[in-house]
C-alpha cells in the first residue's frame, strides 16, 4: 500500500491570520511574517495542524504558488516535520516514521531506487531511544526519523546486510518503497554498486568521508552548530536537578604537603612567561573608536600560527615501500606532528583591511580573501557576540578549521580528540600573543559547521571549525601601533 508523506507544524507553532491578511508563525513568544496569503491558500494551510500532503500543493493549480511558497517559508525557519503514513486495513492512516529536519533549508525528497538496486545501512546510521520514542539518525543526513511503528525498525535493522530491493519488496515487513527512497535522499540508506565495491568502508562517500570513525563523526556534528536541532550553549539543563560541582575539588584525605611556601619564595622573581600566564583573560569588549590595525594581526599571525619549516619524513608500517608524509611545523605543539589546523579570519573592523572574510595561508604569511554574502559574514560575527555575551561583534574573529584527514590518515579511534586538544593548545598561544600585544582576545567554544560549509564551499566532513577566537584592541589599551 502507498505511503502519503505530508507537511505538518510542529507542536509549538501555530499560524496566525491578521486582520490586515498577513499571516505569522508565532511560536515561544516570536512571530514570523509570512506576507499575504488568498482566504482559500489560507483555509488549506489551516490543514498543516495535522497534516497537508506534499503531494496536494500542485493539486489545486490555483493556489499551489502561494501555499508553496508558505510552506517552503515554515521549511525554512524549521517549524515542520513529515510524516509519512500508510493506508492500513479499515482504511486507517498509520504513521511509520516523522521526518524531523536537523539543517536549515532541508526538504524532504525521495531517491530513485528500482528491484534491481542493492541496499544497505551506512556505517554512520543508528539507531536510540529518545524519550519515549525511538529515532533513526547520522550525521550525514539532514534529518533524522522518529520511528513510530516498530516494524521499521525491525526492517532497517535487517538491511545491515546488503539486500536487494526486489528482494526487500517479498519479504512480510517491507517497510514501503517511499520510506526506503526517503532513507536513501537523507544518507542513512546507500545504493551499493556491485560493480564497484563490496559495500565496504571505501564505497561510502568520498575518499574523505573514509577517514572518519563514526564516533568522531558523530561528536563532531552533534557539538557544534549547523547539522542538528538540540539545544546547544549555556541553558542549564539540569538546574534543579542536580547540584553544581563544587569550583575546586574537595581535597583528599592524607598528610598534606604545603607547596605556598615554596612557589612564593621572595628570592625569585617572577619570569615573564609567569607575568604572562597571569596576567591572561578573556576581553569580549573591544575599542570601536581604535580597530585593531593590519600590521598588528600580522604580528599575531606570525607569532601564534606561521609554518615555521617544512620537511618529508617516512613511516614504517612493514610495507615493502616506506610512506613519506609531509609535515609543516608551526608554534604550538599538535599531536603526532600533523597540524591539522587551518585559520580563517572574520574581519569586522582592522585598519588598512577591508570587511570581510579571509584564509590565513600559514606557509606564505598571506591572507586570501574569499568571497562570502553579506549575511553569512554578519550572521558569523553575530553568533560570535552572542557566544561572548557580548554587546558587539568582536574587531576580528578567527575560526579555526581542521583539516581532519591529516590526523584521521594516521590515527583510529582517537583522532578528533587529538584536533581538539590541539585546538586547546593554540587557544592558549593565542591568548598568549594577545596579552603580550596589549590586545584582547577570548576564546570561544561554539561553532557552526553549516555556517563555515555554506562560506567556503566545502564539505563538514572534509574541513570544519572546531572553535574560534574574537580578538581586537580592548578598551583604554596602550598597544603600540
Not at 607569532?303 to 608524509?325: E, H, L, M, N, P
Not at 579511534?413 to 584536533?419: D, N, T, V
Amino acid at each position: 500500500m502507498s505511503a502519503t508523506l505530508s507537511a505538518r507544524l510542529l507542536g509549538h507553532v501555530t499560524l496566525d491570520a491578521r486582520a490586515d491578511g498577513n499571516l505569522a508563525a508565532c511560536f515561544d513568544g516570536h512571530s514570523v511574517a509570512l506576507g499575504k496569503i488568498s482566504s482559500r491558500a489560507r483555509e488549506r494551510a489551516r490543514h498543516l495542524r495535522t497534516g497537508l500532503p506534499l503531494a496536494t500543493l500542485v493539486a489545486d493549480a490555483s493556489i499551489a504558488d502561494e501555499l508553496g511558497l508558505l510552506v517552503r517559508q515554515l521549511a525554512r525557519h524549521g517549524l515542520l516535520e513529515y510524516p509519512l503514513a500508510r493506508l492500513r486495513a479499515g482504511r486507517q492512516r498509520q504513521e511509520q516514521v516523522v521526518i524531523e529536519p536537523q539543517v536549515a533549508h532541508y526538504w524532504p525528497n525521495a531517491a530513485e531506487i528500482d528491484d534491481a538496486d542493492v541496499l544497505v545501512l551506512s556505517r554512520f546510521a543508528y539507531l536510540r531511544k529518545r524519550g519515549d520514542h525511538m529515532v533513526l539518525e547520522s550525521p550525514c543526513a539532514g534529518a533524522l526519523l522518529r520511528i513510530c511503528d516498530p516494524g521499521v525498525a525491525a526492517a532497517i535493522a535487517r538491511l545491515s546486510v546488503p539486500q536487494p530491493l526486489k528482494r526487500l519488496r517479498r519479504q512480510q515487513s517491507f517497510p514501503g518503497r517511499e520510506l526506503l527512497a526517503v532513507l536513501v535522499d537523507c544518507g542513512i540508506v546507500l545504493k551499493l554498486d556491485l560493480a564497484r565495491g563490496n559495500g565496504l568502508r571505501t564505497e561510502e562517500g568520498d575518499s574523505q568521508l573514509v577517514l572518519w570513525d563514526f564516533h568522531d563523526l558523530l561528536f563532531h556534528a552533534r557539538s557544534t552548530q549547523g547539522r542538528h536541532a538540540n539545544p546547544i550553549g549555556g541553558v542549564y539543563p539540569y538546574v534543579g536537578v542536580v547540584p553544581p560541582l563544587p569550583a575546586v575539588r574537595e581535597r583528599w584525605s592524607g598528610r598534606k604537603i604545603d607547596l605556598r611556601g615554596l612557589s612564593d619564595a621572595p628570592a625569585q622573581p617572577m619570569t615573564p612567561l609567569t607575568r604572562l600566564l597571569r596576567s591572561r583573560h578573556s576581553t569580549r569588549s573591544f575599542d570601536g573608536r581604535r580597530p585593531i590595525t593590519l600590521a598588528q594581526l600580522a604580528r599575531f599571525l606570525d607569532a601564534g600560527a606561521r609554518v615555521k619549516s617544512q620537511f618529508t619524513g617516512t613511516v614504517d608500517i612493514g610495507a615493502a615501500d616506506d610512506v613519506s608524509i609531509d609535515f609543516a611545523a608551526r608554534p604550538y605543539p599538535s599531536g603526532g606532528g600533523s597540524w591539522p589546523l587551518e585559520l580563517y579570519v572574520a574581519i569586522n573592523e582592522c585598519e588598512g583591511l577591508a570587511r570581510g572574510f579571509y584564509h590565513y595561508d600559514a606557509g606564505t604569511h598571506a591572507l586570501v580573501p574569499i568571497e562570502a554574502p553579506a549575511h553569512e559574514l554578519d550572521a558569523l560575527l553575530g553568533e560570535a557576540a552572542f557566544a561572548m555575551g557580548a554587546s558587539a561583534p568582536p574587531q576580528v574573529l578567527i575560526t579555526i578549521a581542521a583539516r581532519f584527514g591529516r590526523s584521521s590518515w594516521k590515527y583510529s579511534s582517537l583522532a578528533y580528540g587529538l584536533i581538539l586538544k590541539d585546538v586547546g593548545v593554540l587557544m592558549q598561544t593565542l591568548y598568549l600573543i594577545a596579552t603580550e600585544m596589549g590586545l584582547g582576545g577570548c576564546a570561544i567554544g561554539s561553532v557552526n559547521i553549516g555556517s563555515f560549509a555554506r562560506i567556503t564551499g566545502l564539505e563538514f566532513h572534509v574541513e570544519g571549525p572546531v572553535g574560534q577566537f574574537a580578538l581586537g584592541r580592548p578598551m583604554n589599551s596602550s598597544a603600540p601601533e
